[in-house]
Structures are given as structure tokens and as C-alpha cells.
């Protein structure tokens, strides 16, 4: 017997057309038990106008909807009014809803009603669901969520200074295997006069804590860390319902209210996460309910929220962090496009950092992809000119528009659509004409690479003929693969976690005299 999925996923594949006019006319006709048995054709018909249907045939589906709302069974009714916020419900809907909502008797009903409310509520809802005895505690939190992201987009405020600070841990989070490089581009600006102490460095994270009142902008001047998270507190191993109650003090703390309301312009709203463990729909229910609970001005909202809650795995329990979620980030102003196999920007500071400033730097980057290594690397000063050949136009075109965007005052640049072998054909890259050659290659996972060990031997070699005497070779290296060539010099090198697998990361200096 063919289940609901089975029916839906063959109704979806079929033209809207044919849908409404036939399967639709079928429903609409059949005896109580045959529709029972093909209710998907209401979820298919949800899917399927929601996604290319007009403005007219929306609103014929919308009032076939409706009509369902009044349906003897209640799957049908349920199907009904989990298709309606799809196509675009509006006020009419949502008072059907919550008409339903004042009548039904069938808590699994109310439920889904909720999650229907959820996607569409206004003030009316609010009116009806809010403090009353029964209410839906979280269609009442997503209903305001809603409502403050439609009235004012709220949003991260980099230049407000945080005063009360005492016993502040911050963590600068990055992948396994660039701590240092991250500890000492922090030790670096603390030493330059940054507001900041380091307090510890451990796998994938580097503990900081401020010395006098900071904004994020003091935070957001360091390149190299992948994301910061405030650390609220630590909840130890308890039973489920403690947990639930102690994750919501947590993230409701005087600590959580002082850092959300300085740091944030308009709506405090937030989304929750468990690292590590999945989704966790069920956690997070419960979890942002109570703390709705203990302080209705701050929202939990998945849409497009400016703040994470991030629970992590920690010793005895769990830590909570809050994590401002900036898109774009700050650090990466230049970036005007990018493409699907582009470096990871703090990845691509890292590299630079390790490099090094030289005055007067020739760089080259021979898989360029969007040009990020380049633009970082000539953020840090003294680069004279930056060439960038890869494969792909597309890539070359991105790179350029990049570089533009970066405004970077007198610096030469030169972009090159072609295989990085042909580097003799690119006017200023030749023999001993380059100073610094940094780049992430392709490491055959998203773009297929027939021959990798080719393809790096072939690196190695156009190093050593390319780099001036003490010039250097920055990359990341998937292979276990080292220059046959004796001039290039190992100066460094560590593994990182490239999200899921292992690389190395790796500087060679070409010796002013091979031994």
C-alpha cells in the first residue's frame, strides 16, 4: 500500500496544470475514505504553487485551502493548514486559523495550528495566543520575532563599547591546526596597544579576556579567527529538565542582556544551536520557550537572527556561547562575488600571516579562484604587484572585481586566464621575478583533478624557477609530496582540518645557494 510520501513525491514531479485540473478535481469529488487515502495532493499542491504559481492561481488555492480548514477530518484539515503559509497567506488566513484554533478541541490540532501561526501571525494572534491560559509559548515567540524583523531589521553594532567587562572569556574559534598562527597575530595587536589579554590556547580556539572597555571593531581587527563567541557560562551534566532550565538562565543572564542590548541596533533575536549534535528540534523547543519565559525581550528566531546561541560540548557539561553572526563580515569589505571552491578567508589570512611582509613583495598566486590570498596579503603593506592566473574566466573575472573593490593604492595587478605552467607567456612573471608564491590549490574534492601528484610536482618545479633567491612558496599541501629540487628550503610546516579532512599547511624558501 502506498504511503503519504509515496503519493506526494509522485505528485510533485507533475505539471501545475495537470495537477489542479485533474488530481485536484479527483479529490475534490471523491468519497471521504478515497480522499483520506490521496490527502498529499493538498501538500503537493502547497509545493508545487508556492514555488512558480501567479498571483490569480495563488489566491484560487488559497480559497480551496480555506475551504479544507472545514473539513470533517482532521488530517485534512492539518494538511490544509500546513500548505497555507507557503503560497503567502495573509490576514484572511490567519483569522481562519485562529478561528479553528478557539473550536478545536484536539491538542495534536492546536499544535499544528501553532506551526501554521508561527510562519503567518500578526497582531491578531499575538491578541489571542499571548499570557492566556493554554497559550502557545512559542508561536507567541515567533509571532513577535516576526513582526520586530518585519518592522525594523535589527543588527550587530561593531562601534559600541562594552564598559562592564569583568571576567569576560572570548573565544576566537579557527581550524584545528592554526591555533598559533591565530595566538600570534592576537599577541601581535595586544602588543601594538589592543584592549585584550590571552588567557589560553587550546585545540581550535584561542582564549582571550578584555583588559579596559572594547567594541567589536577591536575584535573584528584580527584576520585570522573563523568566528568569536562570548562565553555566557558552563552548564554541568544534569537531568533533562534541569538542563533545560539551566541552558535558559544562561542565555538570559545579566551577562547575555548587558552584551545583546550593547552590541545590537533594534530587536534582540537570536538563533539556538547545538554544536555537534544534529538539529535537536526538540531540545530547542523547549529550551527557547523557557527562556522566552524568563526574558521575553530577547526572541529566538532562525530567520536571518544578527546573534547564535551556541551550545558546545565541554568537560562535565556544556558551554554557552553567544555568537554575532555578520554577514557580510566586516574583515571581508573587498568581496564583491566568490566562487564554490574558494579559499576559507581565515584560511587565507593565516597563509599570509605565516608568509610574512617583505617590502616591496611580487606575489603570485597561480590558482587564484577569487583572490583572496592576494587582497590579504597586500592588506599587510609593502606588496609592489600582485599576479593571479587560474583556470577558470569566470574566477579570473571575480579576482579582478575583488581586487578592485580593496582599493588598494599603489599596488600593481595582473590577472591571467590560463594553466599555471604557461607563467612565462604572463607579462612580469618569469624566472626569479617572484618574491612570494601563495596559494590554496585544488585539492581534487570539489574540482576533479586528473593527475595530483602531477599537478604538485609541477607546483614545486614552477617554484624553484619562478622565486627569487630567499623568495617563498606558501600552500596548503594534501599530498605527502616534497620538491625534488633542492633550493626550496621546509621552513614550516603543520596540519590543518580543512572541514572533514587533512592537510598541510607548508612555507618553502628558495635558499640563496642550493648547499
Not at 508561536?139 to 543588527?155: F, I
Amino acid at each position: 500500500m502506498k504511503t503519504d510520501k509515496d503519493i506526494y513525491r509522485k505528485l510533485r514531479d507533475r505539471p501545475r496544470e495537470k495537477l489542479w485540473n485533474e488530481d485536484v478535481a479527483q479529490f475534490n469529488r471523491a468519497a471521504p475514505k478515497e480522499r483520506m487515502e490521496n490527502v498529499a495532493v493538498i501538500r503537493a499542491v502547497g509545493v508545487a504553487f508556492a514555488g512558480s504559481g501567479t498571483s490569480a492561481q495563488k489566491a484560487e488555492v488559497r480559497a480551496w485551502l480555506l475551504g479544507l480548514l472545514q473539513d470533517r477530518s482532521e488530517k485534512i484539515r492539518r494538511y490544509a493548514m500546513a500548505a497555507l503559509p507557503k503560497i503567502g497567506a495573509g490576514p484572511k488566513e490567519e483569522a481562519a486559523l485562529l478561528a479553528l484554533l478557539r473550536t478545536t478541541t484536539l491538542e495534536r490540532e492546536k499544535k499544528f495550528l501553532g506551526q501554521a501561526l508561527d510562519k503567518i501571525g500578526g497582531t491578531a494572534t499575538l491578541e489571542v495566543v499571548a499570557g492566556a491560559p493554554g497559550s502557545l509559548p512559542q508561536t507567541e515567540q515567533k509571532v513577535k520575532a516576526s513582526m520586530a524583523r518585519r518592522a525594523q531589521p535589527s543588527s550587530v553594532r561593531l562601534d559600541r563599547t562594552l564598559s562592564e567587562f569583568t571576567q569576560l572569556r572570548i573565544h576566537l574559534r579557527c581550524r584545528k591546526g592554526l591555533e598559533q598562527i591565530v595566538r600570534e597575530e592576537a599577541e601581535e595587536c595586544i602588543a601594538a596597544g589592543a584592549k585584550f589579554r590571552i588567557l589560553e590556547v587550546r585545540s581550535r580556539l584561542v582564549a582571550i579576556e578584555p583588559t579596559e572597555p572594547f567594541s567589536l571593531a577591536d575584535i573584528y581587527r584580527l584576520r585570522c579567527f573563523a568566528a568569536v563567541g562570548f562565553v555566557l557560562g558552563h552548564v554541568p551534566d544534569l537531568n533533562p529538565t534541569e538542563s533545560v532550565e539551566a541552558l535558559a538562565s544562561v542565555m538570559t543572564s545579566s551577562l547575555a542582556r548587558r552584551l545583546l542590548t550593547t552590541f545590537t541596533e533594534g530587536s534582540i533575536r537570536y538563533r539556538l544551536e547545538f554544536i555537534s549534535k544534529g538539529h535537536q528540534r526538540g531540545a530547542v523547543r523547549l529550551v527557547v520557550n523557557r527562556a522566552y519565559a524568563l526574558c521575553p525581550d530577547i526572541l529566538n528566531d532562525a530567520r536571518s537572527a544578527p546573534w547564535s546561541m551556541d551550545i558546545y560540548p565541554a568537560a562535565s557539561g556544556s558551554s554557552v556561547e553567544l555568537r554575532p553572526r555578520l554577514s557580510p563580515d566586516p574583515r571581508l569589505f573587498y568581496r564583491q562575488d566568490d566562487i564554490p571552491a574558494a579559499s576559507h578567508p581565515p584560511l587565507a589570512a593565516c597563509m599570509v600571516r605565516l608568509a610574512g611582509t617583505v617590502e616591496g613583495d611580487v606575489v603570485w598566486d597561480p590558482f587564484c579562484g577569487s583572490g583572496l590570498e592576494l587582497i590579504e596579503r597586500a592588506l599587510r603593506g609593502g606588496v609592489q604587484s600582485l599576479y593571479g592566473t587560474d583556470l577558470s574566466p569566470e574566477a579570473i573575472a571575480i579576482a579582478q572585481a575583488n581586487v578592485t573593490a580593496a582599493k588598494l593604492k599603489a599596488v600593481k595587478s595582473k590577472f591571467v586566464c590560463c594553466d599555471f605552467r604557461d607563467y612565462a607567456k604572463v607579462e612580469g612573471l618569469g624566472s626569479n621575478r617572484v618574491t612570494l608564491m601563495i596559494s590554496n590549490p585544488p585539492m581534487g574534492r570539489r574540482i576533479r583533478i586528473q593527475d595530483m601528484q602531477g599537478l604538485f610536482s609541477d607546483l614545486f618545479a614552477v617554484a624553484a624557477a619562478v622565486l627569487k633567491p630567499d623568495g617563498r612558496l606558501v600552500f596548503v599541501n594534501p599530498l605527502r609530496l616534497e620538491p625534488r629540487d633542492p633550493s626550496l628550503k621546509l621552513q614550516y610546516r603543520q596540519v590543518v582540518d580543512l572541514g572533514g579532512f587533512e592537510c598541510r599547511l607548508e612555507m618553502y624558501r628558495k635558499l640563496v645557494r642550493c648547499p
